[in-house]
């Protein structure tokens, strides 16, 4: 099948934009997609011509217009996992009194597709669309640990060339592998200050009526009021009654071979 060439650079270069970067010039928008300057300004003023991108002329800086979410709620309306899943975090949060978020794969990241808000925990500025790197959160590997064997080796593939290049300072590759193993075999994953000084959550996976992992939830506690025994004998049972309930009303009915 022969790709859509424009189409892809395109996106590209929007993709190119998020929290850490929301405002980008000409020649770092052709720097993080490889593409000729040239190339990079053709598309910079197409999307802005749509209406998803805007330019400061003071500051020779493109950002993303108000258009762009459209596409995102789009997107967000109709994953019926989180409308399926919503009345079951919001029971959770309930219960529980705590922070509660639902989260999916997409290529090596986590994106947070639902959030059920208690509290605001540190200055950790978490949200709808919020992204972060599968292996460094407990939604990440709760969902990694479930994939099938051609699913995880197309993610370690993305894994490892982050390793080579540098923008990835976390253990290698086969101490990651080890650590999924261990988190399929308990059915959870705890991530205990590993992304965010004084954050600790645990996560676990949701399946659908085919037995493959669709997403995953978290309860997400401050370290200094909750310690790990708390979260483990006070929240995980609550959180596994609950992604067991939002998997069977996907269809799922189990039980999973952890083998």
Known sequence: MKLVESLRKGLEVMEAFNSQRPRLRLQEVASLTGQPKAT????LRTLVD??????????????????????????????DLRE????????????????????????????????????????????VGSRLPAHASSIGRAILAFLDEDELNAFFKLFCAELESG????PGAEKL?????????QGYAVNDQESFTGLRAAAAPVFNAQGKVEGAVNVAVFSQLTSREELMQNYLPWLL???????KARGFRGPLDKA
């Open 40 to 43: 990079a300004y053709r598309l």
């Open 50 to 79: 749509l209406g998803y991108l805007r330019y400061d002329a003071q500051s020779f800086q493109f950002y993303l217009a108000p258009r762009v979410m459209s596409l995102g709620f789009t997107v967000l309306s109709s994953l």
């Open 84 to 127: 399926t899943a919503q009345p079951y975090l919001e029971d959770l949060s309930a219960k529980i009194d705590q922070n509660v978020n639902l989260g999916i794969l997409d290529r090596s990241e986590v994106v947070y597709v639902d959030r059920v808000k208690k509290r605001r925990i540190l200055n950790i500025d978490l949200f």
């Open 167 to 170: 923008a990835c300072s976390v």
């Open 177 to 185: 592998r080890q650590e999924l193993a261990e988190v399929r075999r």
């Open 241 to 247: 009654h609950t992604v067991e309930n939002i998997s």
